[in-house]
């Protein structure tokens, strides 16, 4: 395994530990994230076909959306760093509630 690689392996896993502190961090604010694009579909993907990804994507409910925003940029956030979109519009056309659903089979 060359380095690069190596490194895109260590730094997913960096971003996995990011994402879970990220969602435990929403939750106990009272808001459900839902976890989409790179860690969501790298998942999906074989061991020895990994795919990277550069950053943690969280969607929220458009109530929650400016409260969870304010929430990660400030100090009780710490170094959270994510990606945070307003539902799923841009990705999928279901509203939000099922897209909710659709995620927790």
Known sequence: MDDDIRWRLLYSRKLEL??????????????????????????NYPANAPR???????AVSAADHENAFQLLRSEAAGKIGVDLHLECRHLDTKPWRLCLLTARR
């Open 18 to 43: 990011e994402a879970v502190d990220s969602v435990r961090f929403l939750r106990n604010a009272g808001i459900e994230p839902l976890l989409i694009k790179g860690l969501a579909a790298a998942r």
């Open 52 to 58: 990277f990804y550069d950053d943690v994507d969280l």
